[in-house]
């Protein structure tokens, strides 16, 4: 399963928020409003979380 996630909460509570082609994304948890967002498979979302709380690999 892919997870479409904001990149400075993690949370895959987001949605198009204008535009199509150029469009922003836009975080109902954090409020972060930008153009990018980051796309990832089970194993690379849960080490991604890791990394946002402090606890992955450096």
Same mark, same amino acid.
């Given at each position: ?14 949605? !198009? ?10 975080? !109902? ?8 967002? !980051?796309? !990832? ?18």
């Amino acid at each position: 399963m892919n997870h479409r996630v904001c990149p400075q909460c993690g949370s895959e509570h987001i949605d !198009f928020e204008t535009g199509y082609i150029t469009g922003k994304y836009r975080c !109902f948890d954090c409020g972060y409003v930008g153009s990018v967002i !980051f796309e !990832f498979d089970d194993k690379n979302y849960e080490r991604f979380l890791k990394q946002l709380k402090g606890e992955g690999e450096k």
